[in-house]
């Protein structure tokens, strides 16, 4: 990996991506086996490198059933490459590095730093370990729970597969993949309440941030006290990732409550409106048909895939704090101010600019999706928009027209998944490294704006 | 005027707003009055006040047939009143300050400077009599040209009523208005090639920003020479004015060949992409029926819409400037600079960050409304899209629902429109006045954003 690294100069940016590609070739050849798959299923090549790029991107689109085209060894090649995608493709080569004994020099530190968007390049590799201890322990504790209430609920017959279940269910809420091997998602659980609430606990811890988590383990140690130590960036994006969850549970509740919800007991609906703006954040599990929702529900749930989970998580879209710089710079700007002031912080001028940059990016990449899908496909506007929405916010929801897409349709697809797992920086930087500017100016001159 | 004006100290954006609210409501009396409407014509107040907000705005978007609805007296009114969004209540209320000899005052320039959004004070009064002399000018040829063509091809029967079309075309066009008392537009002309370059020439100059046509005059007259003395505002804006028009036209030609362009010579084609193109800038003059077209068209079409005309024109959307200055925000980022270089000179922070806030709320607002008009209607996403799209571009363009809204869906197309024409900077500045930032600091502090 040096060698290549010294060699060809590769950037960080360049060698994420270049991992990542790599993460799913090996994924498309793993899929392709025959042991992966169910005696007699024959899946084209296109089917296998969306899922393989689904699994990794940890999406959740699916163009065929889990259920009825994984066997169990398959299920568990499936569950290997979700574990990785989730976690990381930097976090397991840390963790390789680490157990090969060899001491992490800068350049890969810096590497690390680009997938995870840290800024702060001290504490990287002790942070790796956290982030591998903290979700194999969330995983265990979610897999004993779920495998065992399925088990003493009779949910399954046996106490092997009720496990089995619950690892799966477990694995796939906590990296937020969304995959199922019920073949109806958490359909079968839209009244089992505890089931829904322990998938949307694993779920957000997932899709919160890596040092969201960190930081909330050392103050649960008394190592940092609330106020004081918390970073801005943990204020900022928690804050953000919570209001929205709220936002979307109001929302959905508002707009169906005389259409979905019409008939139905206030836990019922509310249960519903809940889960499913948790599971937009970033799941992609359903305890409904979503294409049953009403035509506004579903534009406010695109917006909430759009946006995704917060930065260095498993999560896709233009990520919570993005939506939060910029909303503060709409108000510092509507109140006169050059800079943003928060919680008494400035927010830097590079982060501003990178935040105006991502969301603009990702809207214009997904406008253009929008318009190539329509022409190449022949489903409806709102069914476009939310498929396009949920494979950018690698949320994986879908009005079900995935399985049904063109060859070309499931690219556009397969390129908004990866687009939106390696997120929209790294993507620039692959083509234009982060430099220095040469220091010469020209006259600034007044434009006529808006 | 400026009595009320020291009295209560309103901003400038919110005397604007102010002004653009009595212009609304005298329109609206203007418009209820007998002589307005044929014998037996009864229309409600919501469509009362649609039409005057959809003439003030300048949109063109109508919920009643202007030739089934308007009196000859009406007809008049009417032009009057678009005369007056047109030109912008500004510009005629400067003219009014010279004619009974008052210099004006610092005030009233800053207030003429909101509503055209010129960022250079002086030179303002002199501009604003340009202004009219330069509109008056073009639409008075424009009226000769078209009502001598209508006259000799025999369009119309008396020479009478050809110069009252080609009057109204005229003013409509240089207005861009979009307002037609032909009952269909242009759909009369679609095969009428000269009438349609007549009619882009005129749209064209009244979109493409007043300072551009001063510039250029001055230009001709030799007073400036290319390079040294065109404003980087005026290069700006016209260069993006003409790329998107030669985007819109290459993008229609391409997602039409195989359906409404099918069968067509390349001419007819080639006319209907480009007079549609120029349309969408601000027009909302139609040869066409633009629902025939297909999904991914009708998007571009949104997106043009939403980006409108050029800044101090007669036209609304983010404005091509916004949209000039967002995309070379994001290719200098890409470049790793850390200002924005073009044409030898740098853009202003603060022009950047107005870009932003603008982008964003634009899109903000036009979102929310289409959720709402989703909640409140029965058409189909792509149709309200579109009015939505078009009521904010100020353009006038419809897939033919704008009768048929509820009550509520017009009052929040009658907001798009009103919002679209003031801008979201006035907007803004309603609320909170531009001010001076109190000179503390905190510490800046690093996030991680998308
Ligand atoms: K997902
Ligand atoms: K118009």
Chains 1, 2 share one sequence.
Not at 94 to 117: H, P, S, V
Not at 297 to 321: D, E, H, N, Y
Request: with cysteine.
């Amino acid at each position: 990996m040096l060698k290549i690294n010294k060699k060809y100069d590769l950037s960080p940016a360049q060698l994420i991506v270049s991992f990542y590609i790599i993460a799913v070739i090996v994924s498309t050849c793993l899929l392709s086996l025959p042991i992966t798959t169910q005696p007699g299923v024959q899946w084209s090549f296109v089917d296998v490198l969306f899922t393989a790029v689904s699994a990794v991107s940890v999406t959740g689109l699916t163009v065929v059933s889990t259920a009825d085209t994984f066997s169990t060894p398959g299920t568990f090649i499936l569950l290997f490459i979700l574990q990785f995608g989730g976690i990381g493709i930097m976090t397991l080569g840390t963790f390789f590095w680490l157990i090969i004994g060899k001491k992490i020099g800068l350049r890969e530190r810096r590497l690390i730093r680009t997938d995870q968007n840290q800024s702060n390049l001290s504490g990287l590799v002790s942070l790796m370990k956290q982030i591998l201890v903290i979700i194999l322990l969330i995983e265990l504790v979610g897999t004993i729970i779920l495998g065992t209430y399925f088990y003493y609920l009779d949910y399954f017959p046996t106490w092997q597969e009720s496990y089995l279940q619950g690892l799966f269910a477990s694995v796939s809420a906590t990296t937020n993949a969304g995959f199922d091997i019920t073949g109806s998602s958490l359909i079968p659980f839209a009244k089992d309440y505890f089931v829904q609430i322990i998938n949307i606990i694993l779920l957000t811890l997932g899709a919160i941030g890596f040092p969201v988590l960190i930081e909330l383990k050392d103050f649960i140690k008394n190592k940092r006290s609330y106020g004081t130590q918390f970073t801005l960036y943990t204020k900022l994006t928690t804050i953000t990732f919570f209001s929205l969850m709220v936002f979307g549970t109001l929302v959905i509740l508002l707009f169906e409550a005389n259409h979905f919800f019409e008939g139905k007991s206030w836990h019922e609906s509310f249960f519903y409106a809940f889960f499913q703006s948790a599971t937009t954040r970033n799941g992609g599990l359903a305890t409904m048909d979503v294409s049953l929702f009403s035509t506004s529900t579903l534009l406010a749930l695109c917006f909430l895939m759009f946006i995704g989970a917060s930065p260095s998580s498993v999560g896709g879209g233009i990520r919570t704090t993005t939506l939060a710089v910029i909303l503060l710079l709409v108000f510092s700007f509507a109140k006169g101010q050059k800079s943003i002031k928060v919680f008494k912080r400035e927010i830097h001028e590079e982060d501003i600019r990178k935040s105006v940059v991502v969301s603009f990016l990702a809207v214009m990449i997904c406008f253009i999706a929008l318009v190539i899908l329509n022409y190449v496909e022949n489903f409806s506007l709102m069914e476009i928009m939310f498929e396009v929405s949920s494979a950018f916010g690698t949320t994986g929801l879908s009005m079900g027209i995935t399985p049904e897409l063109s060859t070309v349709g499931k690219l556009v697809i397969i390129s908004l998944m990866f687009i939106g797992r390696i997120g929209i920086l790294s993507f620039i930087f692959v083509f234009h490294q982060e430099k220095q500017e040469l220091n010469y100016h020209y006259p600034k001159e007044r434009l006529i704006v808006g």
